[in-house]
C-alpha cells in the first residue's frame, strides 16, 4: 500500500496570506489527524477527522481549520499567516485494530516558511 | 491527558541492546503504552503498544511494568538507522496523541 502522502513538501509564505495543505490518507483509512512541529513547542494536535466530521480538536486559534472529503482525503487551511506558523505541519492516517487501539501512519510533513 | 517522562537522551554502539525507559504513574487501567519514533527529517513512526503484557514485533519489544506505572522499549541490536527520537504515548480509546519531549536515542558506530 502506498502511504500518507502530504503535498505541497515545501512552501514559502508571507505574513497575512493564507495556505492550504494537502494529505491523501492510506486507502481504507478513514482517519486523518493533523500535527503542527516546532522546535520550541514540539509536536502538538492540530485536529482529528474521520467521516468527514471534526472528531477531535487541538488547542489552536480558529485561523487553523481543516476539512475531510468523502474519499477520506483532507485539507487544512491557515488564514491569516503569522511568523510564528512556521513550522513542519504532519498528516497521520490512522485504522483501528484490535481491541479499537488505533495506529497512526505519519507523511512526511509539509514545511510552511513564513516570512 | 496522562502524562509520561523519559530521559531526554541517550546513547548505544551499534549492535548492542538499548532500554528506552517510560515513566507513566498516572497511566489509567485503560490507557494503552504506544510507542513512535521519528527519524530526522521524517514524520513519526508506529514502533509497538501494550495494555498489560509484554509485546514483541519485528521492530522491538515493550516490557510492561507489573503494575503498569513503567515501560521499557527494547531494541535488541540497535543500528545506525535506530538513531531517533523515540516517544512513549499513553492513549484511551480515539483520544488524540499528545507527544511528550521524548528521547532522543545516538547510535555510535
Known amino acids: 500500500k502506498a502511504g500518507v502522502t502530504q503535498t505541497p513538501r515545501y512552501l514559502i509564505k508571507t505574513r497575512g496570506q493564507q495556505v492550504t495543505l494537502s494529505c491523501s490518507p492510506i486507502?481504507?483509512?478513514?482517519?486523518v489527524s493533523w500535527y503542527q512541529q516546532t522546535p520550541g513547542q514540539g509536536l502538538q494536535f492540530l485536529f482529528e477527522y474521520f467521516s468527514e466530521t471534526q472528531r477531535n480538536k487541538g488547542n489552536f486559534p480558529g485561523r487553523f481549520s481543516g476539512r475531510q472529503f468523502s474519499n477520506s482525503r483532507s485539507e487544512m487551511n491557515v488564514s491569516t499567516l503569522e511568523l510564528g506558523d512556521s513550522a513542519l505541519y504532519l498528516c497521520?492516517?490512522?485504522?483501528?485494530?484490535?481491541?479499537?487501539?488505533?495506529?497512526?501512519?505519519f507523511g512526511p510533513g509539509t514545511r510552511l516558511l513564513v516570512l | 491527558d496522562a502524562k509520561t517522562t523519559q530521559p531526554n537522551s541517550m546513547e548505544s554502539n551499534e549492535e548492542e541492546p538499548v532500554h528506552l525507559p517510560c515513566n507513566h504513574s498516572?497511566?489509567?487501567?485503560?490507557?494503552?503504552i504506544h510507542w513512535y519514533r521519528q527519524l530526522p527529517s521524517q514524520g513519526p513512526e508506529y514502533v509497538i503498544h501494550?495494555?498489560?503484557s509484554n509485546v514483541n514485533n519485528r521492530m522491538a519489544s515493550l516490557a510492561i511494568a507489573e503494575d503498569r506505572k513503567s515501560s521499557t522499549l527494547i531494541l535488541h541490536r540497535a543500528t545506525l538507522r535506530d538513531a531517533a527520537v523515540y516517544y512513549c504515548?499513553?492513549?484511551?480509546?480515539?483520544?488524540?496523541?499528545?507527544f511528550g519531549t521524548g528521547t532522543r536515542l545516538l547510535v555510535s558506530p
Open positions: 504515548i499513553l492513549i484511551t480509546g480515539f483520544q488524540k496523541l499528545v
Open positions: 486507502s481504507g483509512h478513514r482517519s
Open positions: 498516572t497511566i489509567s487501567g485503560t490507557d494503552y
Open positions: 501494550g495494555l498489560t
Open positions: 497521520a492516517s490512522s485504522w483501528v485494530g484490535l481491541a479499537g487501539v488505533e495506529t497512526q501512519y
